[in-house]
């Protein structure tokens, strides 16, 4: 496939987050495109990015600069720019050019989507994500005054609301569930419980009914925990009595 094709849409718990779907090539003559509308996003104010590179077959030095190029500034404004469903071939450029120091990257949106809603304290299981079909494939397409149609979606479980003195349904804070935490979190928490488990049995418990059957790679892991810092039992053990 020649060229590039964009999409983009709102996600998000709080309809906050930017998520472009990539397709094509990344390339000198494709990327000015995408910065283009990455500057015309974050002008707008949205300054939580997710970019999905599932259907893009190669990124050049040049697209990896789109986004690098962002990234202080939206750092600086309290978001990011995050990286998901790299395609293996991608993923290796992605690496051996070392971004992954500058860039997160994800298996998954869903995953994405979570890391941002959980770190603003958001109940992300009301993802629009998944409360909204997604956008048929298309050139630059944008969604960005769509509304939540549904206010249900953002009412948790039976027995997690309450009700206001109007008698509206609201939600109670409640702990997140194992199950529920994004990747990271997950990591962290098993880390927390136990220091000198390694990447091997943090993969066994990941991959069971307490955190929802979560399947990670050996090496994909061993990547997420040399990004938070916790590849070594040194490591995971001054993270463990930091908490």
């Known amino acids: 496939m020649d060229g590039i094709e964009i999409t983009f849409v709102r996600v998000g718990a709080l309809h906050d987050i930017g998520l472009f779907r990539v397709r094509g090539y990344v390339d000198t003559t494709t990327s000015p495109e995408l910065q283009r509308m990455l500057t015309e996003v974050i002008r707008d104010g949205i300054h939580q990015i997710i970019v999905d590179l599932g259907a893009v077959n190669y990124v050049s030095s040049a697209g990896w600069g789109v986004f690098v190029g962002e990234i202080r500034g939206l750092r600086e404004q309290g978001g990011d720019l995050k990286i998901v469903q790299m ?136 990547g997420v925990m040399k990004r938070l810092g916790l590849d070594s039992k040194a490591k995971r053990y001054r993270f463990y009595r930091s908490r």
């Open 87 to 222: 395609i293996p071939e991608v993923n290796e450029v992605f690496e051996m050019l070392e971004f992954n120091r500058i860039l997160t990257c994800y298996d998954s949106i869903e995953e994405a989507i979570d890391d941002y809603d959980f770190s603003q304290g958001v109940d992300f299981k009301a993802s629009l994500l998944r409360s909204n079909p997604s956008p048929a494939p298309g050139v630059a397409s944008w969604d960005t005054d769509r509304k939540v149609d549904n206010p249900a979606d953002f009412i948790p479980p039976a027995g997690k609301e309450g009700r206001n003195s109007r008698g509206i349904t609201v939600a109670r804070s409640r702990a997140v569930d194992d199950v529920d935490l994004p990747l990271n979190e997950k990591i962290k928490k098993l880390v927390t419980e136990n220091p000198l488990m390694g990447p091997w049995a943090i993969k066994k418990q990941l991959n069971s009914p307490r955190f929802g059957y979560t399947r990670i790679g050996f090496f994909k892991l061993r």
